[in-house]
């Protein structure tokens, strides 16, 4: 009987600590916080006009080591980026169009390209880089995009693949090279479409 009389008392604590007293804290309703459309805190024009000019024609292949300028306040402008984006480079497309090219931190930099008008709305995108470059067992891919001066976007990709012995070793005559050329063209209205 004294080793029951413990049991118990504990029993009838844990039981008052789980009373619905106890939870009635937790189960009020929740508050819902006001959401402020508030305009961007700094403009597009004075935005875009921090970032350095893109001398075309511009090449990058998969070894390109993009230097960033100063570090711009990307809080300030993040109405105009996506979560994580750093801006590159800007390009003036026309009178009521700009571009610029934007980095995506990745396993891999991932590069876009983005158009907008001139009162920052984002007219159109394409990301400049695909699939991750790099060698393994059987396997190669590279890729390289040009930006042309008449705002021409040209993609190479190429992949070869071949096969392999159990010590790696490649086996003869088994490679076999795939590229893939795409062309893009951005208009002076902000759109970018694949040229067939």
Known sequence: MKKLLPCLWLSLLF????SRDNTAQYETNPSVEA????????????FVSELPVLSLPFKATCSFEYVLGPRLDTTAASAYLKP????????AIS?????????FPADETVPRI???NQKGVQLDEQNLKVNPCGEEPGFKHS??????????????????????????????????????????????????????
């Open 114 to 116: 983005r158009t907008y």
């Open 15 to 18: 039981c008052v600590s789980c």
């Open 143 to 196: 890729e390289q995009y040009t930006i042309q001066k008449d705002f021409t976007i040209v993609h190479l990709d190429s992949t070869t693949r071949w096969k392999f012995d159990a010590e790696y070793n490649e086996i003869p005559n088994t490679r076999k090279l795939t590229v893939t050329r795409k062309r893009f063209k951005i208009s002076p209205t902000g759109d970018i479409t694949e040229i067939k």
């Open 35 to 46: 959401v402020i459309d508030a305009p961007p805190a700094v403009s597009f024009s004075s």
């Open 95 to 103: 009178g009521n169009v700009s571009a610029l090219l934007l980095l």
């Open 84 to 91: 994580h984006e750093l801006p590159y480079r800007r390009l």
